[in-house]
Nanobody, 124 residues
Framework: QVQLVESGGGLVQAGGSLRLSCAAS????????MGWYRQAPGNQREMVAT???????NYADSVKGRFAISRDNAKNTVYLQMNSLKPEDTAVYYC??????????????????WGQGTQVTVSS
């Protein structure tokens, strides 16, 4: 029962930059991992970048060197800085958090919450 609010999507020309934000709220005890996923028309949803509570990151090969994921634990927020955007980056970007609920006792099971998605369109 954690809500995710995404922002930062939009239309940008190739080579431009966007910064996505995703803020989590609710009964959160911990957030072991946060990530960004994207889904283009006709495609399956794919992982773009993830970050753990220990700030370990993982990126899709297609975005390495261009995107950077970060998190602000005090704000329960994850960011995706997208630079050197390409038309093939066009997709709906979804935030996902893996969390444990403060309303459950230890050992708290891992749960997932998805954001509503934000459109990123990169024109050539």
């Amino acid at each position: 029962q954690v809500q995710l609010v995404e922002s930062g999507g939009g239309l940008v020309q190739a080579g431009g930059s966007l910064r996505l934000s995703c803020a989590a709220s609710g009964s959160i005890f911990s957030i072991p991992a946060m990530g960004w996923y994207r889904q283009a028309p006709g495609n399956q949803r794919e992982m773009v970048a993830t970050i753990t509570s220990g700030f370990s990151t993982n990126y899709a090969d297609s975005v390495k060197g261009r995107f950077a994921i970060s998190r602000d634990n005090a704000k329960n927020t994850v960011y995706l800085q997208m630079n050197s955007l390409k038309p093939e980056d066009t997709a709906v970007y979804y935030c996902k958090v893996t969390y444990t609920s403060s309303r459950k006792w230890s050992p708290r099971p891992l749960e997932e919450s998805w954001g509503q998605g934000t459109q990123v369109t990169v024109s050539s």
